[in-house]
């Protein structure tokens, strides 16, 4: 009867890491260059104490979410300061802390201050430091990155580059998600940092947006099995809650 009972519990304990992940997937349904995260998998721990020695609890050790780079619907929007990033480019940004983290939104524009910047308000890095561009000129980028800025008011001006911006190929590098939404390499524990670009070309498509790859009708199908065991769990801790009130009933008879 132990065994059952930790046996059910377990399991329904383990799947609120998937619950919690699959709901926040929904959640950014319409969120810009939103990637999908598999939580890491669980490991069975041996619960020390009082009771039988039947007693393990499945548990996810360091709970992150490894980021799943599959591209998403990509719409070509026309706008200069729209970005979307090619196979699995993925782009650095500087984080509150003052270190490098990862993204894929490509909706940008241009702060007060001359900085670009994301649409959440990340400082988009450059090349070994934060990318500015003069104000009022107009902004254009090239597939590679590199971003060239043109006066409006001189006719004559030919777009000049102003800097490169951080693209990293991230197939061959394992990135997680971090607190603030930002990607960075496994293991980092949150420090952040810059990593060797992969194999492929890291490159982007100006003037579109890539939307959110994650599906919705896969989320949903995937919450409702995940709600129905947890209901199956919880009725077999009930039902062994029944026969042990029998079982005692029936020791107290003899």
């Known amino acids: 009867m132990d065994r059952l009972i930790f046996t059910a519990l377990g399991a329904a304990s383990s799947q ?20 999908r995260a598999t939580m890491t ?61 990862f993204t894929r939104r490509g909706d940008l524009r241009v702060s007060a201050t001359g900085l670009l910047v994301t649409g959440a308000g990340d400082v988009v890095m ?11 000129f107009l902004i254009d980028m090239s597939p590679d990155g590199t971003v060239y800025a043109m006066n409006p008011e001189d006719e004559a001006a030919e777009p000049v580059a102003v800097g490169n911006l951080m ?24 420090q952040g940092g810059d990593f060797p670009s992969g194999p492929l070309p890291a490159s982007l498509s100006p003037g579109s947006l890539e939307g959110s790859n994650v599906n919705p009708v896969e989320i949903m199908v995937s919450l409702l099995d995940l709600y129905r065991s947890f209901e199956m769990q919880m009725k077999m801790i009930k039902n062994s809650e029944e026969i042990d009130k029998d079982g005692t009933a029936m020791i107290g008879l003899r």
Do not use: C
């Open 16 to 35: 609120q890491f998937n619950r919690v992940q699959l709901t926040n997937d929904l959640a950014n349904l319409s969120t810009t260059g939103y990637k």
């Open 41 to 101: 998998t669980t490991q069975s721990v041996y619960l020390d104490g009082p009771g039988m020695p039947t007693r393990f609890q499945p548990i996810v050790s360091t709970g992150v979410a490894r980021v799943r780079l599959e591209s998403g619907p990509v719409t070509y929007t026309g706008n200069a300061m729209d970005i979307a990033l090619n196979d699995q480019t993925v782009l650095g940004v500087q984080t509150q802390d003052g270190t490098v983290a």
């Open 126 to 136: 450059g090349e070994g430091a934060p990318m500015t561009v003069p104000q009022g």
């Open 167 to 190: 693209l990293r190929d991230a197939s061959a590098t394992q990135l997680v998600r971090r607190a603030d939404g930002l990607y960075e390499v496994e293991g980092s524990g949150g």
